[in-house]
């Protein structure tokens, strides 16, 4: 079990990030008590930096976010020497990080455990996702709730994954509706390519063709390969939208580009009928599908904060 540090500890780290309060904390330090406190600032602003996820809000802004698969093996002795230090359930969750890319599951989940315990949001998401994996869905599900009520993105995209395909729950359109846009809002291009495919696919909501366009165009902006893709088929059969092959073998191009095989195939074969992609012009771009397009700023969640579930 990861232990827990001491009241003076807590109290160091409630004065990080904070360079008036360290010297006012330090002038009654001898050099060795001293040397302890800049040592522990410095692991935590490590632990921060090697193992900080851009899902969590709450870390220390001033290091840009590590995606799991860079983050670096040393970050497991720093982020756990952090935690130890300070008991901060920050360094916990990213300690659970740093051993989920060193393939430690189960000290992973210990280390998420204890941020959950810490009321640490974002880790509620990874601890979420482990239960899930050793069948407590309800757990999950829970776990995903809670995080997403307090505005954590990919809890929120988690959410509507799990009212869609009935995770831990009963499957509930609207409901999947309402987190996907939450997570959208939240600058999610996933979030946003699911809702497209909600209304074009029209099983859990009503179909609507030309809601779903204005959806998948918005996922494209932001990236999505494959809302590039669905939009390209759209276009190619005149599906919502007025059939425009130099359009779906733009759509096909940019997906091309990201490197999907799919979108490189429907180009070449768009290609072998004489259809090639013509570049739009800068205000054609800006309105790539005319007056359905959703902009980013257009959409506003469902009431001005989350409601419980």
Same mark, same amino acid.
């Given at each position: 079990?990861?232990?827990?540090? $001491?009241?003076?500890?807590?109290?160091?780290?409630?004065?990080?990030?904070s360079?008036?309060?360290?010297?006012?904390?330090?002038?009654?330090?001898?050099?060795?008590?001293?040397?302890?406190?800049?040592?522990?600032?410095?692991?935590?602003?490590?632990?921060?930096?090697?193992?900080?996820?851009?899902?969590?809000?709450?870390?220390?802004?001033? /290091?840009?976010?590590v995606?799991?698969?860079?983050?670096?093996?040393?970050?497991?002795?720093?982020?756990?020497?952090?935690?130890?230090?300070?008991?901060n359930?920050?360094?916990?969750?990213?300690?659970?990080?740093?051993? $989920?890319?060193?393939?430690?599951?189960?000290?992973?989940?210990?280390?998420?455990?204890?941020?959950?315990d810490?009321?640490?949001s974002a880790?509620?998401?990874?601890?979420?996702?482990?239960?899930?994996?050793?069948?407590?869905?309800?757990?999950?599900?829970?776990?995903?709730s809670?995080?997403?009520?307090s505005g954590?993105?990919?809890?929120?995209?988690?959410l509507?994954?799990?009212?869609?395909?009935?995770?831990?729950?009963?499957?509930?359109?609207?409901?999947?509706?309402?987190?996907?846009?939450?997570?959208?809002?939240?600058?999610d291009?996933?979030?946003? /390519?699911?809702?497209?495919?909600?209304?074009?696919?029209?099983?859990?909501i009503?179909e609507?063709?030309?809601?779903?366009?204005?959806?998948?165009?918005?996922a494209?902006?932001?990236?999505?390969?494959?809302?590039?893709?669905?939009?390209?088929?759209?276009?190619?059969?005149?599906?919502?939208?007025?059939? $425009?092959?130099?359009?779906?073998?733009?759509m096909?191009?940019a997906?091309?580009?990201?490197?999907?095989?799919?979108?490189?195939?429907?180009?070449?074969?768009?290609?072998?009928?004489?259809?090639?992609?013509?570049?739009?012009?800068q205000?054609?771009?800006?309105?790539?599908?005319?007056?359905?397009?959703?902009?980013?700023?257009?959409?506003?969640p469902?009431?001005?904060?989350?409601?419980?579930?």
């Amino acid at each position: 079990m990861i232990s827990r540090s $001491n009241k003076v500890n807590r109290m160091i780290t409630l004065a990080t990030g904070s360079a008036v309060a360290l010297c006012m904390l330090t002038v009654s330090l001898n050099a060795e008590q001293r040397a302890k406190v800049e040592n522990t600032a410095a692991l935590q602003s490590d632990c921060d930096r090697m193992a900080g996820s851009v899902y969590d809000t709450d870390r220390n802004l001033s /290091f840009a976010p590590v995606d799991i698969d860079n983050i670096d093996v040393q970050a497991v002795g720093v982020c756990r020497t952090a935690f130890e230090a300070t008991g901060n359930p920050r360094f916990a969750y990213q300690l659970g990080r740093a051993l $989920n890319k060193a393939q430690e599951p189960d000290e992973a989940m210990a280390a998420y455990e204890a941020a959950v315990d810490g009321g640490y949001s974002a880790a509620k998401v990874n601890f979420g996702m482990l239960m899930g994996r050793i069948g407590d869905v309800q757990a999950e599900f829970r776990l995903y709730s809670e995080a997403a009520t307090s505005g954590n993105v990919l809890a929120q995209y988690n959410l509507g994954v799990a009212y869609r395909d009935g995770l831990g729950t009963d499957a509930d359109g609207q409901q999947a509706l309402k987190w996907f846009e939450e997570a959208a809002v939240g600058g999610d291009d996933t979030a946003a /390519f699911n809702i497209g495919a909600m209304y074009d696919d029209g099983k859990l909501i009503p179909e609507d063709n030309q809601t779903a366009i204005a959806w998948y165009d918005l996922a494209a902006q932001r990236g999505s390969t494959d809302a590039m893709i669905n939009l390209g088929l759209m276009y190619e059969n005149g599906e919502g939208i007025a059939a $425009n092959p130099e359009r779906a073998a733009e759509m096909f191009r940019a997906a091309a580009d990201k490197g999907d095989v799919f979108g490189a195939y429907k180009l070449a074969q768009l290609g072998e009928h004489g259809v090639t992609p013509q570049a739009p012009q800068q205000d054609e771009m800006a309105e790539s599908v005319n007056t359905l397009v959703l902009k980013q700023g257009d959409v506003e969640p469902f009431g001005n904060k989350p409601k419980d579930i």
